[in-house]
Nanobody, 126 residues
Framework: QVQLVESGGGLVQAGGSLRLSCAAS????????MGWFRQAPGKEREREFV??????????YYADSVKGRFTISRDNAKNTVYLQMNSLKPEDTAVYYC?????????????????WGQGTQVTVSS
C-alpha cells in the first residue's frame, strides 16, 4: 500500500505560481501511474481531474482547464510527483490531492484512483 503526503499549497495572487509535491512511501512507487485532482469550495462531493503521469513519466495528460499552465512530473528516485502551477487563476482555488491510478488504462475519473493523500490547500486571490 502506498501512502501519499501532499505539500506546497498556499495563498498566491492571480498570475502567480506554486509547486505542489506529493511524497510517497513504499518501494513500489515507480509501479504506479499517478494523478492530481482538486476539490473546490462548495463542491465537497466532486473531485475534478487535473493531471496524470505514467509510471516512468514519459506520458502525461491534463484537464483542458489547466493545459498550458500546469505541468506534472515525477522523480522515481525520490518517490515524489510534482505539479507545477503557473498563471494561477482564482478558479484554481481548491484542495489539491494526489492519488495512485489503480486501473491499467487511461482515466480521468476519481473512482479509478486510490491511496489518496490528505490534500493541500491552494488559494488564489484576485
Amino acid at each position: 500500500q502506498v501512502q501519499l503526503v501532499e505539500s506546497g499549497g498556499g495563498l498566491v495572487q492571480a498570475g502567480g505560481s506554486l509547486r505542489l509535491s506529493c511524497a510517497a512511501s513504499g518501494r513500489t512507487f515507480s509501479s504506479y501511474a499517478m494523478g492530481w485532482f482538486r476539490q473546490a469550495p462548495g463542491k465537497e462531493r466532486e473531485r475534478e481531474f487535473v493531471a496524470a503521469i505514467s509510471r516512468a513519466g514519459g506520458s502525461t495528460y491534463y484537464a483542458d482547464s489547466v493545459k498550458g499552465r500546469f505541468t506534472i512530473s515525477r522523480d522515481n528516485a525520490k518517490n515524489t510527483v510534482y505539479l507545477q502551477m503557473n498563471s494561477l487563476k482564482p478558479e484554481d482555488t481548491a484542495v489539491y490531492y494526489c492519488a495512485v491510478r489503480v486501473v491499467n488504462y487511461y482515466s480521468v475519473y476519481a473512482v479509478d484512483f486510490g491511496s489518496w493523500g490528505q490534500g493541500t490547500q491552494v488559494t488564489v486571490s484576485s
